[in-house]
């Protein structure tokens, strides 16, 4: 069944557990995604970037279809709305949460365009995310792993003025492959779960920062964890395995390469306690 993201992180938030938000690219990664959290009975976060399917709303209803008749609660959020175009064409296109990202601007734009996006999308009744500090890429990650990284009471303060759902926060993670090691500030994710009491926690660029810091982040307060690179990596890995039968079935490429993104979601399914948390209405 479709359901808004505030709705699943209220309850993780409640219930202490993290829910998995994965990168979808195809019909076949959405399916993957449905088909693993029916199996392990698990509340899911389909994530989508505005420039991953030239027809996105096409590709919304496609997701809204096979999620309304899956008997597990999805949502189905914009990640990544950098303008206000991407936010425009995710509310045509169905999306029942949007992710407004201006942690770029200083800190009085973030705001204003945040809580702009969040009266439309109540009105319409459609959940909101945003991201205050900012966070980076791996490949930078001696520059951005440690500036930028969110202030408790500003976050506080943000969520007030904005009425966000949740909030992504910079503590150390960054997008793609790290160039180094993460470290990740977690008596700065303590304060900043103190300072925003109720409001649900994000952590965009799950992959590669290791189960161990992982599953503490969600035990410290984090409800929800962004996964792209690492489950198509893994996929990838699959597929490069499978190829080496020099006789291998060329119909099996693609569920190969499913195989490896399923297991590797999995996996952090477990690791982190979303495992038969789906409920029902
Ligand atoms: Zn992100």
Redesign the pocket.
């Known amino acids: 069944m479709l359901v808004t993201m505030a709705e699943i992180l209220k309850r993780a938030r409640e219930g202490g557990y993290g829910v998995t938000a994965p990168n979808v690219q195809s019909e076949d990664t959405v399916r993957a995604v449905i088909r693993v959290a029916e199996e392990r009975k698990a509340p899911m976060i389909i994530d989508v970037n505005a420039f991953i399917h030239p027809d996105l709303p096409w590709f919304v209803h496609m997701i809204r279809e096979l999620a309304g008749s899956s008997s597990v609660p999805i949502a189905v959020n914009l ?2 709305g950098r303008s206000y175009e991407d936010v425009m064409l995710g509310i045509r296109s169905g999306f029942t949460s949007i992710m407004v990202d201006r942690s770029g601007m200083p800190y009085e734009d973030n705001v204003r365009e945040t809580k702009e996006v969040v009266r439309m999308c109540h009105t319409l009744g459609i959940s909101v995310e945003a991201e205050l500090g900012h ?1 980076g890429q791996g490949t930078n990650y001696e520059v951005d792993g440690i500036r930028n990284l969110t202030e408790p009471e500003e976050a506080a303060r943000f969520i007030k003025e904005t009425g966000v759902d949740c909030l992504a926060v910079a503590i150390g993670t960054a ?1 793609g492959r790290y160039k180094g090691k993460p470290h990740i500030d977690f008596a700065r994710l303590a304060k900043i779960v103190e300072a925003c009491k109720d409001t649900p926690l994000v952590l ?2 799950g992959s590669g920062t290791g189960d161990e810091n992982l599953a503490r982040a969600v035990r410290n307060g984090i409800q929800k964890v ?1 996964l792209a690179t690492e489950l198509v990596v893994a996929g990838k890995e699959e597929l490069e395995s499978f190829m080496q039968d020099p006789n291998f079935d060329k119909w099996k490429l693609i569920p190969a390469f499913i195989k490896g993104y399923e297991d590797r979601l999995t996996h952090y399914i477990k690791l982190f306690g979303q495992e038969g948390r789906a409920w029902t209405v």
């Open positions: 990640d990544h966070v997008h965009h660029g962004n």
